[in-house]
C-alpha cells in the first residue's frame, strides 16, 4: 500500500510525545499567562503551531521539506492584514449562524443557556482558525494543490457528528486522568476547563485529519 501525503497517525504520536514543547508555544504565545482559558486565542495559536511543527513527522518527504518553518510563520500569517480580515469576516458569519441556532433551541423568547452559548462561540473560533492554519498549509505546499482549504474544510463539515464524540472523549478522559491524580472528583471549573482544552485538542487534530483526506483527494 502506498505511503500517505500525511500519516495523520504520525504526526499525533509526535505531538504526545513532545508535550513540552507544547508548553513552551504555549508561554511564547502568553508569556505573562494572562489568559486562564486553555481555549484562548493565544492557546489556540500554540496548538496550532504544535501542529504545524508536527506535520513533518507525517508528511511525505517531498512535502515535508515545504512546511519547514511553517511554525514560525504561522503567527505572521494569523496577523497579516488579508487573514484577519478573514478571520473576521468568520466570527461575524459564525454569530449569525449562533443566533439561528439559539432561536431554533430557544425560541423567539426564550433565554439562551450561557454554557451554551460559550460553547457556539467557542466553536466559531476554533472553526475561524483552524481555515486560517489550512490557507497557510496550502500555500506553504504551492500551486499544485489549491483547493485543499476548502476540500478539507468540506470534509471536517461531513464528519462533525466524528468531531464531537473525539472531542467528547478527550474530555472524559482528561477527567478520569486528573480525578486519579488528585484522589478527588472533578470541581465545575476543571470540568469547564478540561471541556475547553478538549475542544481545542479536538479541532487541531480535526483540522490534520481534514488536511490528509484533502491531500489524498489530489
Known sequence: MARPALDTDAV??????????????LREEDPLDAEESPAADPAVRAHLRFA??????????????????????LDGWFDSEAEAELFERQIELGR???????????????ETEPAIHAA??????LGAWNRLFLRCLEARLGPGYDGLTEAALQWSKEH???????ILQMHHRQL??????????ATAEERDQ?????????????????????LDAM
Open 12 to 25: 499525533f504520536r509526535w505531538m504526545q510525545a513532545h508535550p513540552a514543547r507544547l508548553r513552551e508555544l
Open 52 to 73: 504545524a511543527e508536527g506535520l513533518a513527522a507525517g508528511l511525505s518527504p517531498d512535502l515535508a521539506d515545504r512546511v519547514d518553518g511553517m511554525a514560525d510563520d
Open 96 to 110: 449569525g449562524a449562533i443566533a439561528l441556532e439559539e432561536h431554533l433551541l430557544y425560541g423567539a423568547d426564550g
Open 120 to 125: 457556539l462561540e467557542r466553536r466559531v473560533r
Open 160 to 166: 462533525e457528528r466524528d468531531l464531537a464524540a473525539n
Open 176 to 185: 478520569g486522568a486528573m480525578e486519579k491524580a488528585t484522589g478527588h472528583p
Open 194 to 214: 478540561s471541556s475547553q482544552l478538549a475542544a481545542v485538542t479536538g479541532h487541531v487534530r480535526q483540522a490534520i485529519t481534514a488536511a490528509a483526506h484533502a
